[in-house]
């Protein structure tokens, strides 16, 4: 008996150890944790100092808005977004979340989700959950639910987005006055660093092409900021935190500037993952596994983006 009592502590403080949001501290300090799977994480500061999340620093905890970057479908990016919302849960209330995966016109969907008053299938179906909902996103939702806090549906549209990269920013003028009100009051397309690097990141088609997918891109972007602006306009006293793509947020490009345009006095922080840890970035930092590579072959790199270039072909757009 006391040899299985012995066997079984020892696997539950092993357990609790390899726990990365009880980062291990040495003096009150943070330290290095290993990285090796897909569900480990590292926090770590701009200059690479590990932080414990039961230790933020008040740069993370004053800010207005925290934009959490994510590899999409990573295992160790979406664990560590449900437990910082839930570190910051156990210092305030005062916190919303605010997710690319879900779009305005479904903000209704959502609050009745949270108000018990629909199921999850319904959630899932009429809100247009994304694929991974339940195996990555559904830890967020449900925690944000138990505890009684604001889920903003931040993006636009997606069949509103994709005629914009088929057809140009023009497109919004043909929206009726429903449709446009899902999409930022002011999608702005002008030269900008954020539109030199997503140029510099398209390989294929015209410059013609390539600027109307720039308008697609950017329209995700800034309504997704101007989402999150007011509704601290509305509720100036919460924290936003809001998780998307990477691209969408790192360096303090996309959805940040998109946020800093609209309301410079507010204090915006950026944390994305990161392959390896610097001592020179420019955001947070969170250390996990890079995902595996993609495509080794070129011919399967081309028939995968032939695939993706006739996706949405059979929609209509006004």
């Known amino acids: 008996m006391q040899r299985i009592f012995i066997i079984g502590l020892t696997a539950l403080l092993t357990a609790c150890a ?7 501290q040495g ?3 943070a330290v290095l944790s290993p990285v090796t799977t897909y569900y480990d994480y590292q926090f770590a500061s701009a200059e690479g100092e590990p932080i414990a999340l039961n230790q933020l620093p008040s740069a993370l905890i004053d800010a207005d808005v925290v934009l959490i970057g994510e590899w999409h479908t990573h295992s160790a990016v979406h664990r560590f977004q449900t437990d910082f919302l839930k ?7 005062d916190v ?5 995966q879900f779009t305005r016109q479904h903000q209704n969907v959502i609050d009745d989700y949270l108000a018990g008053e629909i199921g999850e299938q319904v959630l899932m179906s009429d809100a247009a959950a994304w694929p991974n909902y339940q195996s990555d996103y559904r830890p967020l939702v449900e925690l944000a639910k138990s505890q009684g806090i604001d889920i903003i549906a931040a993006n636009a549209p997606k069949p509103v987005v994709q005629c914009i990269g088929r057809n140009g920013i023009d497109y919004l003028e043909k929206l009726t006055p429903e449709e446009r009100q899902w999409i930022a009051d ?4 002008s030269d900008s660093p954020y539109k030199e690097k997503f140029m510099a990141s398209m390989h294929h088609g015209t410059p013609e092409q390539t600027e109307k997918q720039f308008a697609a891109q950017v329209t995700w972007d800034e309504t997704m900021a101007d989402s ?3 509704y601290l306009n509305e509720n100036p006293d919460k924290q936003v935190i809001h998780v998307a793509g990477k691209f969408h947020t790192e360096q303090g490009l996309g959805t940040a500037a998109s946020i800093l345009r609209r309301n410079a006095d507010l204090n915006v ?5 990161v392959e390896s840890l610097s001592d020179a970035s420019e955001d947070y930092q969170l250390q996990v596994l890079s995902p595996p590579t993609r495509y080794v072959k070129q011919e399967n790199r081309m028939k995968a983006y032939k695939k993706l270039s006739h996706r949405g072909k059979g929609l209509e757009c006004k």
């Open 96 to 100: 919303a979340l605010s997710m690319e």
């Open 269 to 273: 922080v950026v944390i994305t993952p």
């Open 186 to 189: 002011d999608v702005n397309t």
């Open 27 to 29: 003096d009150n300090k």
């Open 18 to 24: 390899n726990q990365p949001s009880e980062q291990a």
């Open 228 to 230: 999150i602006v007011k």
């Open 87 to 93: 570190a910051r849960l156990a210092d305030s209330k």
